[in-house]
């Protein structure tokens, strides 16, 4: 985000008829690109996939409370099948955007002093508290965006809950042909199968 121009981001949301306003409130419902970094290998969001956010702004005494649901894009595997997943994913966020300090300062205090209380909403910084830029004029939501999905995607996805997955030994979809396996010997008892063979033939040769 360009701190001097914020308004050029194309995370920003415009919050300046709402910001000195408690009790108003913002609708926001509309595209963003996807930040970089979201996923890996195995199930990403693609950098610049629209992501959808619906919710809105509530203006409160010392800063705003964004609620809304996010939809993204999401591709995958499988990490049982491996098969291809292409799927919107959706969550709810909740987050706190405090006014700047010395512009909300002035605005509380109104130039009686020093001695003036503070009126906070009970809002405590923490992992969910973004800043505003542009002199409490816009939300940059970029960061709010990668940090809630990269934290709600699943560390291994499925197709479905119950997929089979692979073969271990052939690598076939259990998932398609359920019944498939191999007869397989239990090599612990290999050695006695082999002695049972060898008794059997000298059994044979005495006879």
Partial sequence: MNANHPETSPWAVSIAQVASRPGQSKSVDADFPAPSGIGDEVISIKEGAPVHVCGSFDSIVDGLVLTASVTAPVTAECSRCLKPLNANHTITVTAFFPYAPDVHDQRRKGGHGEE???????????????????????????????????????????????????????????????????????????????????????????K
């Fill in 116 to 206: 003036e209380v503070d009126i906070i909403a009970g809002e405590e910084e923490g992992d969910d508290t973004y800043p505003l830029a542009g002199n409490n004029t816009f939300a940059d939501i970029e960061a709010l965006l990668r940090d809630n999905l990269v934290e709600s995607l699943p560390l291994k996805p499925l197709c479905r809950p119950d997929c089979q997955g692979l073969c271990p030994q052939c690598g076939e979809d259990l998932n398609e042909h359920p019944d498939h396996h191999h007869e397989v010997s239990d090599i612990r008892w290999s050695a006695l199968e082999s002695l049972k063979a060898q008794l059997e033939a000298e059994a044979g040769d005495d």
